[in-house]
Every structure is written in structure tokens, then in C-alpha cells.
């Protein structure tokens, strides 16, 4: 089973700051690396596939890099709808297996 | 517009089962894999089981093989998860989710399944 680490566990972040979210995969998924959000009390919305492509109706204030073992998040200028919770996913091995979560939280 | 509606879930005792269905609606089905995902409380979520958009070809996490079984119906747009052997540890939200097709495009709401005596 491939192991996914995200870093940090919490971001504390000023309203128009950038965010940088770091996750590592325990062997090479490729660009298979998934980003999703979850706010609270909600399902989790994806954000991100193979590593840097949008999903549909991200805002370009999102963006993805890496391949490999080693992934980052970026978050351009945080809006108030940005503090959540983000998880990445590779999804190039079964079972699929999710990161344990980087909250994005208000300074 | 893509909707997955999940039902089913409960409060059971360790040991018993339960059925999870998830109806889709907005898409074409049969063109999908699909599969759950649940979250247990606090914590990332765990992909349980999948299925190819034929049903054919079906994973699951070890920590559900041989005690649960995933089934699509493509006449209906329904997905089932049959939950035996239920233990306090699958005390969990699960989602039902579309995989485009692998990474997780859409997600249900959730239903909560609570294994406690």
C-alpha cells in the first residue's frame, strides 16, 4: 500500500496570503496525485488531477506541481471560502490511499 | 447536473449487517466506474471498494475483504455495499462516488453507519 504524507498538519494563513500544501507519496505514483477540498460538514469536493490540471470550475487561484513522490498545493491569495481541510490522493495503485489532511486555518 | 444519493446506513451492533444503496442520477451510469470512500470521524477519507463501469472488475480495502461486497445495478443507476461481520471500526460516513476514472470527480452527501452495542 502506498503511504501518502502531507505537510504541514495546520497552515495558519492571513486572507489574501499564499498557501503552499506539500504531500509525498512512500514510492513514485507518477502524476497520478489527486487534491481535494473538504469544508466543514461537507463531502470533499476534487480539486485538482494528475498532479496540475484543474477540475471543473477551480478558480486559477489553485494550482498543482510534482511528480514522482513529491506534490504541492498552491494557493495563491486565500479567500475566506479557502480555509478547509485539503487531502491529496494518488490514485495510481489500488488502494487508492489518501493523505491524513492539511487544514488550512485563519491567522 | 451529477447527483449520487446514498441510504441505508444506521446504527448496528458489532457483528451485524447493514446495506448502503446509492441512487445516481445526471450522468450516464453504465460509462462509469464507481465505488465508497468513507471517513471515520476526525479523520482522512479511505477508499473501501470499486467497480469498473461493467461491474466486472471490483476492489476492496483489506480492511473490508471478505466481509463486504460491492454490486451496481445499470438498469437502475444503483450502487449497493453489502456490510457484513460489522465491526466498531467501520464506524465511518460513507460516501458513494463517481471516478473518472480513477480520480473522485463527484461524492454523495454521505450516510452514517455507527457499529456500537
Known amino acids: 500500500e502506498i503511504v501518502m504524507t502531507q505537510s504541514p498538519a495546520t497552515l495558519s494563513v492571513s486572507p489574501g496570503e499564499r498557501a503552499t500544501l506539500s504531500c509525498w507519496a512512500s514510492q513514485s505514483v507518477g502524476s497520478k496525485l489527486a487534491w481535494y477540498q473538504q469544508r466543514p460538514g461537507q463531502a470533499p469536493r476534487l480539486l485538482m488531477y494528475g498532479s496540475s490540471t484543474r477540475a471543473t470550475g477551480i478558480p486559477a487561484r489553485f494550482s498543482g506541481s510534482g511528480s514522482g513522490t513529491e506534490f504541492t498545493l498552491t494557493i495563491s491569495s486565500l479567500q475566506s471560502e479557502d480555509f478547509a481541510v485539503y487531502y491529496c490522493q494518488q490514485y495510481n495503485n489500488w488502494p487508492r490511499t489518501f493523505g491524513q489532511g492539511t487544514k488550512v486555518e485563519i491567522k | 447536473e451529477v447527483q449520487l444519493l446514498e441510504s441505508g446506513g444506521g446504527l448496528v451492533q458489532p457483528g451485524g449487517s447493514l446495506r448502503l444503496s446509492c441512487a445516481a442520477s445526471g450522468f450516464t451510469f453504465s460509462n462509469y466506474a464507481m465505488g465508497w470512500v468513507r471517513q471515520a470521524p476526525g479523520k482522512g477519507p479511505e477508499c473501501v471498494s470499486s467497480t469498473s463501469s461493467d461491474g466486472r472488475t471490483t476492489y476492496y480495502a483489506d480492511s473490508v475483504r471478505g466481509r463486504f461486497s460491492f454490486s451496481r445495478d445499470n438498469s437502475k443507476n444503483t450502487l449497493y455495499l453489502q456490510m457484513n461481520s460489522l465491526r466498531a471500526e467501520d464506524t465511518a460516513l460513507y460516501y458513494c462516488?463517481?471516478?473518472?476514472?480513477?480520480?473522485?470527480?463527484?461524492w454523495g452527501q454521505g450516510t452514517l453507519v455507527t457499529v456500537s452495542s
Open positions: 462516488v463517481r471516478a473518472a476514472p480513477y480520480y473522485l470527480d463527484n
